[in-house]
């Protein structure tokens, strides 16, 4: 564990650059370095992206994975299609619990109820530029009672919600057709963990 703690920044201010559906800041702060002194004033554009959810859905009595496809903005001008295979997402609004997000994203997005969320380790996205943090989740459900297309559209979603074998999945992942970081990141974590998981 590091030695620093936030007693060890000195934030300045932060100055609004832009504000629309997601917001820009500039932010200005000194920190602490290794030596024991002060950095200069740092100046830095941050993309404010705020807290968000992921949950990756599973039903353990039939060894199977809920999965959503939908088109991705940010995906738009690469190679491939932007069609991407993903875990369930939202995020966190004013007052609302991560848990509170895993529930109600799982039934806007994939129509499922979820029956119990066992918590994955959390990740910043890219803390050198966004303040995105994620909470994950692994979410027991049952695949029969989920919906074939899902999404809310005054949020102009159009999903597609996929219920995948293990062997389905693991070749989607083995193949990079799953390539997004946060569906990697709690796929990986389940297979490392699961002979530990307590899945009843």
């Known amino acids: 564990m590091n030695r620093f703690t936030q007693d060890d920044v000195k ?4 100055e609004s650059l832009y504000q629309g559906f997601f917001s820009m800041k500039k932010y200005r702060y000194q920190h602490r370095r290794y030596q024991g002194d002060w950095s200069p004033v740092i100046e830095r554009e941050i993309f404010e992206r705020g807290e968000a959810v992921g949950v990756l859905l ?4 039939k060894n199977a994975f809920i999965m959503i496809e ?13 069609w991407l295979l993903e875990i369930v997402a939202g995020m966190v609004e004013l007052g609302e ?3 509170d997000v895993a529930t109600r994203e799982a039934l806007e997005e994939a129509g499922c109820h979820v029956k119990r969320l066992i918590p ?10 966004t303040t995105e943090y994620v909470d994950l989740f692994l979410g027991l459900a049952d695949s029969d009672e989920v919906a ?8 102009h979603e159009d999903i597609k919600v996929l219920v995948l074998s293990r062997a389905e999945l693991l070749k989607l992942l083995h193949q990079g057709h799953i390539n997004n970081a946060m569906a990697i990141i709690a796929l990986q974590w389940f297979l490392l963990n699961e002979r530990e998981l307590d899945l009843a």
């Open 70 to 82: 939908q088109c991705r903005p940010g995906a738009l001008n690469r190679h491939g299609s932007p």
């Open 97 to 99: 619990k991560p848990e």
């Open 120 to 129: 994955i380790p959390g990740y910043w996205v890219s803390p050198g530029g």
């Open 58 to 61: 599973y039903d353990p009595g």
């Open 148 to 155: 074939e297309y899902a999404g809310l559209e005054t949020e």
């Open 11 to 14: 934030f300045i201010e932060s």
